[in-house]
């Protein structure tokens, strides 16, 4: 195997109440890439497609997270490997664009090596791609990227990722204003301290949505999707926000909140039928401002990274 193309997926991080540890998997939004083995040792970027970004192998997440691969390998390798990567997940967009181009990267390599790491390692590679993005080593995009569904990261150190099982007919409609949010601004707003009235809040909530996914209940699942801590400071930076909720939920969503650190918006919804419907609504809503904007509807995606060839 020399070659391997692949899709990278976009992901959905926090989920309303699961800030920095709840994650989920895109299926219809993400990269693609293109890795194969070369003859000149080490990792080289040599396309990239879309977007404006970095060429230099430790400037790009896609390099860093390979780089972070190769090094842990037992054995050092007398090849290297090409990277081609095909953006179509906007950076910043708080969709995990960095992640799918750390997660696609490792993912690929692990393949064409046939396989030396798991998918917990995998992460932590993918990590190390996701520290020079975001200034911190943070999993809650990767690891959805490469396991696909749901993810829970337990604990940053030693890594834990709990796989989440997802439902059935559950759709995510996302919007993406083009507006940029800082990652220091949207981190900078958030309160030191929670209070324990919001916490015990918080904590339940994500007990809750657990035991929704668990239990295939829709019910349960809308009644969890809510944020006391993050999402009252986040979404001020988010033009329309409070609209768009109230208007998703009053088309048929069973939650809606901020994706990631924003400034994209998600909304969950059980069918296609459903989740058109807000997209409709959303879409009414952002029209009238002067704000560019994309809006994507998505199954979730169960597989994570996806292999499109293989040569
Ligand atoms: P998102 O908000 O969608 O999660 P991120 O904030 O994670 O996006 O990542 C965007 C940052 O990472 C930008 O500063 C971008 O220049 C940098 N970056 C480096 N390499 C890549 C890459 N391959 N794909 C996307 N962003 C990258």
């Not at 970027?45 to 390979?66: M, Q, W, Y």
């Not at 190769?70 to 054995?75: P, Q, R, S």
Request: charge should be neutral.
């Amino acid at each position: 195997m020399n070659e391997i193309k692949i899709f990278a997926p976009a992901t959905i991080a926090n989920i309303s109440c699961g800030f920095d540890v709840l994650g989920c998997c895109l299926d219809t939004i993400g990269d693609e890439m293109v890795i194969r083995k070369i003859s000149k040792k080490g990792i080289h970027i040599s396309k990239i497609e879309g977007e404006n970004l970095p060429f230099e192998t430790e400037k790009n997440v896609a390099g860093v997270a390979a780089l972070s691969l190769i090094n842990a390998l037992y054995k050092k390798l007398d090849f290297g490997f090409e990277i081609e990567i095909y953006k179509n997940i906007k950076p910043g967009s708080g969709i995990g664009s960095s992640a799918a181009s750390a997660a696609g990267a490792v993912f690929a390599i692990n393949e064409l090596l046939s396989k030396p790491f798991s998918k917990l390692q995998l992460v932590k590679f993918a990590q190390e791609g996701e520290r020079i993005a975001c200034g911190s080593p943070i999993a809650d995009n990767v690891a959805p990227a490469i396991f696909g569904g749901f993810t829970l990261v337990k604990n940053d150190n030693p890594l834990q990722v709990i796989e989440l099982p997802s439902l059935d007919n559950l759709l995510a409609t996302i919007i993406h204003p083009q507006i940029e949010i800082k990652t220091a601004d949207s981190r900078a707003i958030l309160p030191k301290e929670v209070t324990l009235k919001n916490a015990v809040k918080q904590w339940a909530n994500v007990g809750s949505l657990v035991h929704a996914l668990h239990t295939s209940d829709f019910d349960l699942l809308s009644d969890s999707l809510h944020d006391f801590i993050v999402e009252p400071h986040r979404s001020k930076l988010i033009p329309e926000f409070d609209k768009v909720k109230k208007n998703s939920i009053k088309a048929g969503a069973l939650g809606c909140g901020i994706s990631g650190s924003g400034p994209s918006i998600f909304s969950f919804s059980k069918g296609v039928r459903v989740a058109e419907n807000v997209a409709y609504t959303i879409n009414e809503i952002y029209k009238k401002t002067n704000i560019d904007f994309n809006i994507y509807i998505s199954k979730i995606n169960t597989e994570g990274v996806k292999i499109i060839h293989l040569q």
